[in-house]
């Protein structure tokens, strides 16, 4: 898997340097390095590698500013920042509901499905002139109420009943007619029932009544005292109003298409541009009445920045929810992966015979387990939450990192302060974490930034398997789903290419950076 | 053939075996459970089955009930099912059968010789994950080492930086997404090649072989695409440090064409660790050919499991993580194999 593959790759970067350090220290002769161990305790590799990540960490400064100087370096960072802005804004920009109904089909009923980004006009060959999907609502102050659309709420009294008028001004500019539209509300109400009227005022003033009927209590989402409810345009109510309006129009209209008729001309089959007014009064007969709140739906085929999929959720959501994920999971899997790779490395470097051979033997073995029937295995018969699937990863993904650092640990060991610690009798485990596991921590930082990628590529995997955790939105998951959809044969692009795009820009900017810290850390092995 | 490369040879199939067995074990242990389920549910379909069909008489419903259950305890007891899957008869019973693909029938699959066996319906699809990732691999081995030589020779020219920006983004990017993208442009938006890797043309027809090879085209592209240019980049970096070592430049000195000195003196000398670099990428990419298998829908190993997976087909993933991790470790093995061909040392001493 990809993960693996990554993971190889890093490891086979480095053999090259690691044979030459090998040959550095059989052939070079002892008492230059005697020297360097004794004058300066800091510097402890005996090769270039060694001495200049350790001077580097040292001199902070220097460090960043030469990272700054690499053009590669200052681009990873960049994505960096992005993600972690669209991490900030996940949390803080959008509601948590989101998160966490976001398999909920309810919550996203409001709505279209599969509609493009709205965007999509820009680029004339994706997308035809489609209206934009409208959701105006009588209580959010959302973007769509402040620019020419808006919602304005008025209460009168006639003959002793109130009369509250909810209307909805559009300024209705597309060549198309709203794919349908759809009125909901909320109310609480006392014994009797409140009547709910519609009526549409068009751009040339016409009036036409399309909706009189009594509010009864709904089946679903009611309970004693607030009941919801949702007019659809297919409504039958709507249908037989409107065949007294066929009168107005010089062609024939279908009532049973009332979102074409009520957008089209009278004259001529085209849509009426302009000035839409909906009037949505409901008349309440008792004083306790009180009408919640009301929205009004035209469907259109664009929506949101990023469109929607076909389970009308909003992609904008999905894909900045996929950012504190696939950063969780990169950031923990390859953390924990090469802390443990590295401690295991050390272990058997410094420990050597029987200990160094077994848990190489271990290592070989781990190293030759084909990773993805693995997961597969694991996450359909262990578990499937995201936890559990970072266990996995960690699971595959320590063995490169303890190559590497057993056979640095084998170097430091022959070191004249260690053999001195030895000698005072300090203890191995001492000796491991005090001594030598430091002087290998500056090689760590880039073997995280590095090993990022493939934890993340490797979780994408998964989830696009089918065996991701299904109740959390993943890049992964948003593609498994378009895949199971055929969203690339049904060319439904603002599904596909923006979450393989985040996915892949992600495992980039932890390359170009741990690349970055190597070759700044490491001026020899330069890689870009 | 010295005794260090025996004891090298040894060591490896030592872990191979071992590799093998853990799995196996790991695999029994994790579905041993499901598995029985799936028998003694099968079993009592049958039973149920065979008894409308024989139209016995009973008094009332429990005693037919009665009957029931007792067929299916002996039945239970015939198979050996009634000790847990733990007990170690039964263990090393599976064990066995696993080794050598006695799974049972599938549930849901059927080969195309109409077979439910999953023997049979695994067998089949071995030779099309083959012959896909094999000729991709082939072809970006080729293509990667080749450009990989010419970049070393002229380092950080504007080809060689692209090149490095280019291995760095396909290395990012997942196979299966850039798999869809190939769809999308190329089956939707162009209409050149099909969505669907799958050949309608039935396989016994003559024609078959080359509507195969017509759907494998896209899937093929996709791997190679995405696949050369870290090998590309890899070998250029080992090929461009053997370049600096003082026996190229006598080469060049003493008048030799820069084309022989590459592809033969640098090239020879860099055999190992390119090898073991395209081998253990090719050995990871495995994983990846599977789920570009799931994408084109490419009738193969990798789409089998993926199907059976949503399916739960127990018996399927059993017999198919088997294979693979067979596969896989006799991919490793050989690879072990040219690498000690190619280094001296591996045939001297360790």
Known sequence: MSNKQADNNNNNKRTPSDNKTNNNNNSGSNAENIEFATSKKNLILNNNKGDKYIENINNNLTFISEFIRS????????????????????????????????????????????????????????????PEHLILSSVDNNDANSGKNKVTISTTNENGINVVTHSYHIDYNSDVPPNDFMITYSLHKEEIPPAIEIELIRPNKNKFDIYFDSITPSISGSNQSITLGRIFSTDSLIHQKLLDYLKFYDYKQETSKPEVMLFSNQEKRSIMKGNYTFNVKFYLFDNEDKILNSKLILGGEKFGLMGTDELRRDLTVGLVWGAPVALFIGLSVSTISIVIGMIYGVIAGYKGKRTDESLMRINDIFYS?????????????????????????????????????????????????????????????????????????????????????????????????????????????????????AAASRGLWWWLIPPGMLIALTGLAFVLIGNTIDSVLNPKMKRM | MTSGFLFFLFKRIINMFIVLFSILVLTISLLGPTMDNVIKDSVKYSVIDSLSNQKVEFKDITERQRYIDQQIKLQIKNLGLEEPWYSPNRFFNTLLKV?????????FFVSDSGSS???????????????????????????????????ASRAESKLDKTNSIFAIFSNSIPV????????????????????????????????????????MILPFITMVVLGFGSVAYIVRHIVSGILQEDFIKAKFAMGIPKKKILYSHALKNAAPPIVTMIALGLAGSFGGAFTVEVVFDWPGMGKLYFDAIGLMDVPIIIGLTYVSTLIFLVTVFSIDLIYAYFDPRVKLNE
């Open chain 2, 99 to 107: 080794m050598v693909l006695d799974l049972g029938k599938s549930n």
């Open chain 1, 369 to 485: 387990l084909p990773t993805l029937p693995l997961l597969i295995i694991m996450s359909l018969f262990i578990g499937r939450s995201i936890f559990l699937i970072v266990l996995f990863l960690i699971f595959f993904g320590w063995m490169g990192t303890a190559k590497i650092s057993r056979s640095l640990a084998l170097q430091i060991k022959n070191f004249q302060y260690v053999e001195a610690s030895k000698l005072i009798g300090q203890s191995d485990i001492k000796i491991i974490f005090k001594h030598i596991i430091p002087q290998l921590l500056p090689l760590t930082f880039a073997s995280i930034a590095i090993s990022v990628p493939g934890a993340i590529l490797a979780e994408a995997s998964l989830s696009f398997i089918g065996l991701g955790d299904p109740s959390i939105p993943t890049w992964g998951q948003i593609l498994h789903e378009a895949h199971t959809a």
């Open chain 2, 176 to 215: 299966w997404w850039f798999g869809m993208i190939m769809i999308f442009i190329f089956a939707f938006s162009l209409n050149i090649f099909p969505a669907r890797s799958t050949p309608l043309t039935p396989p016994d027809d003559p024609f078959y072989f080359f509507d195969l090879l017509y759907h």
């Open chain 1, 71 to 130: 053009k590669s370096g200052i681009a990873g960072v960049i994505i960096l920042l992005i993600l972690i802005f669209m991490t900030l804004y996940a949390f803080f920009g959008i509601p948590f509901a989101s998160f966490k109904e976001w398999n909920n089909p309810n919550y996203w009923i409001d709505n279209p499905r599969l509609a493009s980004p709205i965007w999509s006009d820009f680029f004339g060959f994706l997308g035809r002139n489609t």
């Open chain 2, 117 to 151: 066996s999953v023997k049979d319906i695994i067998i089949e699809k071995i030779p099309k994950t083959l012959l896909l990732f094999t000729t991709s691999t082939a072809v970006i081995a080729l293509m990667g080492v080749y450009l990989g030589v010419f970049l």
